[in-house]
């Protein structure tokens, strides 16, 4: 049979290309071209795919029901869909997309059958092209819980591999941390730890699989401080202090880091000497005003 594809430029597609272009075929979607990229000048294909079979990552952010609204009304404005999603194929019948799933979202609530697709042949580039998904700015929230569902499929499809490997991908070793305390709690005050997670968080060494679970120690560690965090804040809240930079404020005045310090401490003894300090914190010094002014002169913390 004769494809129904166009091929640029005129060259011999690799066999798997072609290959997952007639599995496409075979889904129910029509592959379109066959064609190099401008940049790597890797082998992508331009398809239409069934809406039924399309879906996100497991491991990416979860949907901004704001944005999705917003950019429906922009679609059905324009009259037309002119922005195809990025996705990749782990099996027959199977498409996820790294980068698109609110655009495919539109399409679905608008009863679209098919997506216009660019489909990236080899499915691992899907972890890189989470790290660039730019189609909505990550909060802090967003993008620690993206990185840590992210580790957990590469743990299970590479346990040996280190996070250093997937340095690129995670971004940043705090991320990962926190995605494991979004996940038990999404009002987890992340905005108000990342300062000082961010000075003495690194990325650990050993297999992903193993390094997992220091990070669940690393979050308890964190989460005991929040505990104490939260004491400090109901007793000020008693003196009828309330304010939305408080937690940042009494996390400052009890850091055990300093910027006169030229070696940090360990994460471990880091934040068991911050719950110390917060267990002495004297809220009877701590006036209103002195938060507000802080608050002022802050630079604003990471949206949560």
């Known amino acids: ?42 082998w992508q294909i331009f398809c239409l795919l069934p809406m ?19 950019l429906t009304e922009v679609v059905k404005r324009v009259d037309r869909f002119v922005d195809p999603i990025v996705a990749m194929s782990p099996k027959s ?5 790294p980068n698109g799933n609110h655009r495919r979202v539109v399409l679905q609530k608008l009863k679209a059958d098919l997506v216009p697709a660019i489909l990236v042949p080899e499915p691992e580039v899907a972890f890189l092209i989470l790290a660039l ?60 730890f990342a300062p000082i997670l961010r000075r003495v968080d690194k990325f650990l060494r050993g297999g992903l699989a193993k390094a997992l679970e220091e990070r669940r120690e690393r979050a308890d560690l964190v989460r005991a401080a929040d505990e104490a965090l939260a004491l400090v804040v109901a007793k000020l809240k008693k003196r009828g202090i309330r304010h939305p930079y408080v937690k940042n404020y009494v996390l400052a005045r009890t850091t055990p880091l300093t910027r006169a310090r030229k070696t940090l401490p360990p994460f471990e003894q880091a934040f068991k000497k ?14 209103y005003d002195d938060i507000q002014r802080t608050a002022i002169m802050a630079a604003p913390a990471p949206a949560e």
């Open 274 to 287: 911050l719950g110390d300090n917060l267990e002495a914190f004297d809220v009877a010094k701590v006036r």
């Open 1 to 42: 049979m004769t494809p129904r594809w166009s091929v640029h430029p005129e060259k011999t597609p690799p066999a798997p290309v072609v290959a997952l272009a007639e599995q496409i075929e075979r889904d129910g979607g029509r592959a379109l071209a066959l064609y190099q990229d401008p940049v790597g000048e890797h």
């Open 133 to 192: 998904n730019t189609e909505k700015a990550h909060n802090l929230k967003e993008k620690s819980l993206e990185v840590i569902r992210m580790y957990r499929g590469l743990a299970e499809e590479s346990p040996s591999a280190t996070e250093e490997e997937f340095a690129f991908q995670f971004e940043a070793p705090h991320f990962i941390t926190l995605g494991l305390l979004y996940e038990a709690n999404k009002r987890f005050a992340g905005g108000a």
């Open 52 to 70: 039924a079979i399309v879906d996100a990552t497991p491991y990416q952010r979860d949907l901004s029901p704001t944005h999705v609204k917003r």
């Open 93 to 97: 019948g199977v498409y996820w997309t």
